[in-house]
């Protein structure tokens, strides 16, 4: 009976562990939901993902894409992309894919939510495993929710969307590293599991790279120091194996980035851009002054160490090390993505802070370490830590969702208005960079990065959207679906060969427009028309004209 009772209250405790990768399922599920139609807004990267994960489905592996690298995003996508083509016999799956590419996409964000919840019930079951405690397994499971933007990317399918993840796996393996038995050896195991974690979360993307530093630093050994950086580049090519045909193209990308002071390697090669790296930190505070504070926390702790009568300070501190190697990780981090900003470049960041809460309150407690009730005041603070972080971040993301569901209702009239009056009409697009209302435009950007299979979906592109033609602003030339760069569309035939075209702007922007209506009038006879107005959004400026 006693059995019994005891197996009912693990189970419990197992429960307990599965409510955050549930609730962590939910909000993501909740946050796709609410992007709705990727292409109207977010077709960086996730067109580009889209297809070469379609690539990697057909086998082909000399990807257009690689620079993030992003490969096991590509693979998941891969993956998932085979299972939803099953019993589409009418098409082939590359078909499938330009036909439906919503579905595959939505589809492919279900199986990376599917699979960071699965690992985060891991992740606690785990913790708990080793110390048998489960308040501290729920206060490491609610690391993906110590900030809002980890669970907005979720909601996606960008690499970050699996990096918040990766980053929590690296505080699980510090964890059963700091509370070895014999903190005097490292083990050839411990070795090879940082070297993995890294390999991955650096085949991600590399905005990971702060985070091998944790590793690096904790093994004691010079030796072993070495085995781990060299496991880890074996490991990083292992999970990002398109890379060893563009090892050249791969490393100018990486050098690029370092040398020019711009976003994606250009400006100026100086760099460091002085006036927008000190803007960007400061945007950067200003945007979670909580975390930052946090972090300014973790640094406080560090030097409140060396303050002897506080008594902080023990042999062999691994607990110590670890705080030193989070902080430093989290402000090599900031450093980064302040010269190369983006929101989402601070993900693995972001997945630490709640481990190095851990660390500090642990080191801090050692002041009362001579009293019993030390632990049990840990634990409510550690509750409190859990409760606090889940139910701020909660509350965020149903209020961002709350807002981009009213966007893209504003989106999704232009789409109507398309579907109702103008469908299968001969178009020349003129979108924005991150979108518009169609699907074509999403299309063209995953077309982009395809390499050498551009021509082969190239061909398949035409097929099904035989009527629709570019001028992408950004680029400044128009384009068929062969994407041709040099000659590009052939204006005199394009007008030619259609007696009527409409023209889609996704933006309120005269001086393009004459522009556009000046390069089709030159091939017009002198007494034709210029384009008419027939539809306008006043929420989002688009407009579409009928020409002819």
């Known amino acids: 009976m006693k059995d019994k009772d005891a197996g009912m209250k693990k189970g419990y405790k197992y429960f307990f562990l599965l409510i955050l990768p ?4 939910y909000l993501s599920r909740l946050t796709n939901k609410s992007f709705g139609i990727f292409f109207l807004s977010t077709i960086d990267p996730e067109y580009a993902y889209l297809f070469n994960g379609l690539c990697v489905a057909q086998l082909k592996f000399d990807l257009g894409h690689f620079q993030h690298p992003g490969t096991p995003l590509q693979c998941i996508i891969a993956i998932t992309s085979i299972l939803v083509h099953i019993g589409n016999r009418g098409l082939t799956l590359a078909e499938d894919v330009f036909v439906n590419p919503e ?3 939505h589809a492919s964000n279900i199986a990376l939510n599917i699979l960071n919840a699965l690992l985060l019930f891991i992740i606690g079951y785990f913790i708990y495993q080793r110390s048998r405690n489960i308040i501290l397994a729920l206060l490491l499971q609610v690391s993906p929710f110590a900030n809002q933007l980890v669970l907005e990317t979720m909601g996606r399918v960008i690499p970050e969307s699996l990096l918040g993840i990766a ?11 700091i509370t070895r038995t014999n903190s005097n050896i490292t083990s050839t195991k411990y070795i090879i599991l940082f070297s993995l974690v890294s390999g991955y979360g650096l085949a991600i993307k590399l905005t990971y790279i702060p985070l091998i530093i944790i590793p690096l630093i904790l093994i004691a050994s010079f030796m072993d120091k070495l085995k781990y950086l060299l496991f880890t580049i074996i490991s990083f090519f292992i999970f990002a194996f398109p890379l060893l045909g563009k090892l050249n193209d791969f490393w100018t990308w990486v050098k ?3 040398i020019y002071s711009g976003n994606y390697g250009t400006g100026e090669s100086n760099i460091i851009d002085i006036s927008s790296f000190t803007g960007n930190i400061k945007l950067l505070i200003c945007e979670d002054k909580l975390l930052f504070g946090l972090l300014s ?4 702790v560090i030097l409140l160490y060396f303050i002897k009568p506080l008594k902080l300070k023990l042999k062999n501190d691994i607990e110590y090390k670890a705080l030193v190697c989070i902080a430093l990780a989290i402000l090599i981090q900031y450093l980064i993505v302040a010269k190369h900003y983006a929101p989402t470049y601070m993900v693995p960041a972001f997945s630490l802070f709640v481990f190095g809460i851990y660390l500090a309150t642990n080191i801090l407690s050692r002041i009362f370490s001579k009293f019993q009730i030390t632990s049990i005041i840990k634990n409510i603070l550690f509750l409190a830590f859990t409760l606090s972080i ?4 909660y509350r965020k993301v149903i209020l961002y969702n709350q807002v981009r569901k009213q966007k893209v209702e504003i989106w999704t009239q232009t789409l109507h208005f398309i579907h109702d009056n103008i469908k299968d009409k001969t178009v020349l697009l003129v979108p924005g960079f991150y979108g518009a209302a169609y699907v074509e435009r999403g299309l063209v950007e995953g077309l982009f990065y395809t390499g050498k299979y551009k021509a082969t979906y190239s061909k398949l592109l035409q097929k099904h959207y035989p009527h629709t033609y570019f001028y992408l602003p950004f680029h400044n030339r128009y384009f068929d679906w062969r994407l041709i760069w040099d000659n590009g569309l052939d204006l005199k035939e394009f007008i030619k060969n259609n007696e009527e075209i409409y023209i889609y702007f996704s933006t309120d922007d005269i001086n393009l427009a004459n522009k556009i209506y000046s390069d089709l009038l030159s091939y017009c006879p002198p007494n034709t028309m210029e ?4 539809y306008y959004n006043n929420e989002t400026k688009e407009s579409i004209y009928r020409f002819r």
């Open 297 to 300: 926390g973790f640094i406080l």
């Open 256 to 258: 690029n980035l370092f």
């Open 531 to 534: 384009p008419v107005r027939i």
């Open 22 to 25: 549930v609730l962590l399922f």
């Open 167 to 177: 980053s929590l796996l690296l505080a699980l393996i510090v964890f059963f590293y």
């Open 103 to 105: 579905h595959f996409l």
């Open 390 to 393: 889940f139910v701020g971040t």
